[in-house]
């Protein structure tokens, strides 16, 4: 999930803004977990889909 989303539960507004320091650091946390956190499970789907399809095609023009 992505904290621009999310809402946090003590200042009621959301994560992104980072207004109090519970949304700060819960934004900090989640900016820091990886390059692929951020992605939904369809697209990580639709790119290992994409990869599948790439490696298919090169075996086959190999």
């Known amino acids: 999930m ?3 989303r999310l809402v ?3 200042c009621a507004s959301p994560v992104s803004e980072g207004r109090c320091p519970v949304c700060r650091a819960s934004r ?5 977990e990886g390059p692929f956190a ?4 369809a697209t990580l789907i639709a790119l ?3 990869l599948i399809t ?3 095609l090169a ?3 190999a």
């Open 2 to 4: 992505t904290y621009d």
């Open 38 to 41: 951020g992605l939904t499970p």
């Open 54 to 56: 790439v490696a298919l």
């Open 28 to 32: 900090e946390r989640m900016q820091h």
């Open 59 to 61: 075996h086959e023009v």
């Open 8 to 10: 946090c539960a003590n």
């Open 48 to 50: 290992m889909l994409a």
